[in-house]
């Protein structure tokens, strides 16, 4: 009995630690790359969304690099492969790909 009680806490536990999380970290949008593009170029999310982008490729690798304040490059995604990044301050988030600098795009994040 004791045990049931202690084993129904810990899933309590688990739930109230996982569930929240696994809400807030869920993509607020999705950025598909394909034929050396970002599509869609300019997306528009509220500020504190995860922004989604995956590799729709079939051999090209990119990446994903904000040259701005606080700048930095993701791992190279390989086809089917996705990178996520949450934008907690609003403004304009100019960013490209690493190894091909013609692939632009930019998020826009709203208060
Ligand atoms: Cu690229």
């Known amino acids: 009995m004791a045990a049931h009680r202690r084993a129904g806490a810990l899933i309590a536990l688990a739930l109230a630690a996982a569930a929240p999380l ?30 989604r982008w995956e590799n729709a490729e079939k051999r090209t690798s990119h990446s994903i690099l904000f040259t701005g304040p606080g700048g930095f490059e993701s791992d190279r995604l390989f086809p089917g492969e996705h990178y996520e990044r949450r934008f907690d301050r609003p403004g304009r988030y100019a ?17």
């Open 95 to 111: 960013y490209g790909c690493g190894p091909h600098p013609e692939m632009r795009g930019v998020i826009v994040v709203e208060p």
């Open 22 to 51: 696994s809400l807030a970290d869920a993509p607020a949008a999705t950025i598909r790359i394909e034929g050396y593009a970002f599509v869609p170029p300019e997306l528009v999310v509220r500020a504190g969304s995860v922004v």
